[in-house]
Nanobody, 125 residues
Framework: QVQLVESGGGSVQAGGSLRLACAAS????????MGWFRQAPGKQREGVAA????????YYADSVQGRFTISQDNAKNTLYLQMNSLKPEDTAMYYC??????????????????WGQGTQVTVSS
C-alpha cells in the first residue's frame, strides 16, 4: 500500500516561494505517474503538475507553467514542487498523488490511485 505524506506548506506573500515535498513509502517496482493537485474552497480539485517516475517527463497546468517546477528524488522516494512567483490565486490545499499508470491523463484526479492528506498554501497580496 502506497502512502504519501506532504509537507512544506505555509503562508507567504505574493511573489514569494515555497517548496512542497511528498514522502512516499510502500512502493513496488512499478513506475508511477506522480502528480500535484490543489483545491481551493468551493472549487474543484485541479491538476498542477505531474512527473513520470520512470522517464522523468513532466507536465504542467498553463496557470503554473514557468513558475512551478516538479521534480523527484528517487533515492529518497520524495516528490517536490518548487513554487516561485506565487500569486494569491495559488492559495489552496495542495495534494500529491500517485498513479500506477502513465501520465496520459495526468490532470484528472480519477486517474490516481493514492493520495496524501494535503498541505495548505496561503498567498497574501
Amino acid at each position: 500500500q502506497v502512502q504519501l505524506v506532504e509537507s512544506g506548506g505555509g503562508s507567504v506573500q505574493a511573489g514569494g516561494s515555497l517548496r512542497l515535498a511528498c514522502a512516499a513509502s510502500g512502493y513496488s517496482d512499478s513506475t508511477y505517474c506522480m502528480g500535484w493537485f490543489r483545491q481551493a474552497p468551493g472549487k474543484q480539485r485541479e491538476g498542477v503538475a505531474a512527473i513520470h517516475s520512470g522517464s522523468g517527463s513532466t507536465y504542467y497546468a498553463d496557470s503554473v507553467q514557468g513558475r512551478f517546477t516538479i521534480s523527484q528524488d528517487n533515492a529518497k522516494n520524495t516528490l517536490y514542487l518548487q513554487m516561485n512567483s506565487l500569486k494569491p490565486e495559488d492559495t489552496a490545499m495542495y495534494y500529491c498523488a500517485a498513479s500506477r499508470w502513465v501520465c496520459l491523463k495526468w490532470s484528472y484526479p480519477s486517474a490516481y490511485n493514492y493520495w496524501g492528506q494535503g498541505t495548505q498554501v496561503t498567498v497574501s497580496s
